[in-house]
């Protein structure tokens, strides 16, 4: 069964271009309840294991260094059938593919530098909020 919260970062793309605050309002307008927010910088260790999942890809180095580049906003989101609702709001991985009006279509430079993660399971959903956020960071 679907549970109610998924795990978001808004990546060093998105920080850098200064587009954290409106990413933040679409959230918050599309009914999502910020539960858990955190803005920090991730270590070489932390993208590494955050993404491990993805090790055997070619694009794994890349993206871990890309995601230790700069600083990141992490957050954990609330609303009914959460994981689902938020992939829908944030489009395809890659922007050029994405739909009219969605996150990654209007704040994402590409594949690679894509805006926002959302997970994309509930499954995990709940390690990537365990891993970025303790019980009493979250509201
Ligand atoms: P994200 O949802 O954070 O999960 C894994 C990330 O890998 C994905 O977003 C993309 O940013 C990145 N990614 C996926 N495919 C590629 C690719 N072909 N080249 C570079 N990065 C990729």
């Not at 906003?73 to 609303?79: G, R, S």
């Not at 609702?85 to 704040?107: N, S, V």
Request: aromatic share 10%; hydrophobic share 40%; with cysteine.
């Amino acid at each position: 069964m679907a549970t109610n919260r998924t795990f978001t970062m808004i990546k060093p793309d998105a920080v850098k271009n200064g587009y954290m605050g409106q990413i933040i309002d679409r959230f918050i307008q599309n009914g999502f309840a910020i539960k858990a927010l955190k803005y920090t910088h991730l270590s070489k260790e932390q993208a590494q294991k955050f993404y491990e999942v993805h090790a055997e890809r070619p694009f794994y180095g890349e993206l871990v260094d890309f995601m230790c580049s700069g600083p990141i906003v992490a957050a954990i989101l609330e609303k009914d059938n959460a994981v689902n609702a938020f992939r829908t709001l944030i489009g395809a991985t890659d922007p050029a593919e994405a739909t009219e009006g969605t996150i990654r279509k209007d704040f994402a430079e590409s594949k690679a530098h894509n805006a926002v993660h959302g997970s994309d399971s509930d499954e995990n959903a709940a390690i990537e909020c365990a891993f970025h956020f303790s019980a009493n960071e979250i509201f």
